[in-house]
């Protein structure tokens, strides 16, 4: 290879490193700024030049937004709800799955289809319906309304659907032989072979879930059934007349859990996305 072409690879490859550092910056300098502006003081918030670096750094304002906006109940709920909705989407999904993928009978694709076809009707669609079926069965403002509509979910049966297809067929064979029944095999193989595809839909599932807002504001009106994201809009209020940085302080809270799990995730959710397509 010429001197030339050793070159201009290096050169390519440093204005790609360049492009991708100013990438970088533009989308990690918000989370940045939101996470500076959480330590500032209210008078420093507006104040231009803006200051970058808090003087004094205010540490208190995430002890007042945890105190005064009872942020330790939306916590809690916020984990209870997710807890259970990822919990049920794994069951669900993964049985739904397993059914599709290694089970076979009559109307099976067909099923598989309609079933795969509720991803494109939008949530404001089936929003009312699911509102008035929650009043009917007088949950409203209860953990029910939050968890059971949300605990079923077409793409989580899709993608692991996809993970189960690419374990070989060989190895439900050779178990059926050594006397295994089917539940038996899902638990014992099927399971453990998919841990990237399971981890990987806990992922989306507890982003999802950890998230929404306009489920919990339609079936929630009181406070101590409020998650996270609900609470946040109480720092809109007229009672602490938007105060930013306690605001932002919260939003840095609610962040928080998000940021951990894909970080301990990270590793698993990236094989498991590359591997739910290998097969069709």
């Known amino acids: ?41 209210s008078g420093q918030i507006f104040i231009y030049p803006p200051v970058f670096i808090p003087d004094p750094v205010q540490l208190s304002n995430y002890t007042d937004a945890w105190v005064k906006a009872s942020f330790s109940k939306y916590f809690f709920n916020s984990v209870f709800v997710t807890v259970l909705t990822v919990a049920g989407q794994i069951t669900t999904s993964s049985l739904a799955a397993y059914s599709f993928s290694r089970l076979h009978y009559k109307g099976r694709d067909k099923i598989f289809l309609t079933y795969l076809a509720t991803m494109m009707i939008p949530f404001p669609v089936v929003m009312v319906p699911n509102f008035v079926i ?16 949300s605990i079923f979910t077409a793409y989580g049966t899709f993608m692991l659907r ?34 990237p595809g399971i981890i990987t839909l806990c992922v989306f599932s507890f982003i999802g879930s950890w998230n929404s807002f306009l489920w919990p504001l339609l079936v929630t009106n009181k406070q101590n059934m ?13 009672e602490y007349n938007i105060q930013y940085n306690l605001l932002l302080a919260g939003t840095v809270i609610c ?7 894909y970080l301990l995730a990270q590793k698993f959710f990236v094989e498991g996305i590359a591997l739910s397509g290998i097969k069709g």
């Open 1 to 41: 290879m010429s001197d030339n072409n050793i070159a201009l690879q290096i050169t390519r490859k440093a204005l790609i490193y360049i492009f991708m550092t100013i990438f970088a910056v533009f989308l990690g300098f918000p989370f940045l700024w939101m996470v500076i502006t959480s330590l500032k003081t």
């Open 134 to 149: 929650m009043r009917v069965f007088h949950w409203l403002n209860s953990y029910q309304a939050l968890i059971v509509p």
């Open 162 to 195: 996809q993970f189960f297809m690419s374990i070989p067929s060989e190895l439900d064979e050779a178990a059926t032989i050594d006397g295994s029944s089917k539940f038996g095999i899902f638990c014992k193989i099927i399971m453990p072979l998919s841990k």
């Open 226 to 238: 409020f998650t996270l994201p609900l609470g946040l809009a109480i720092f809109r209020g007229f």
């Open 255 to 261: 962040i928080l859990p998000i940021l951990v799990i």
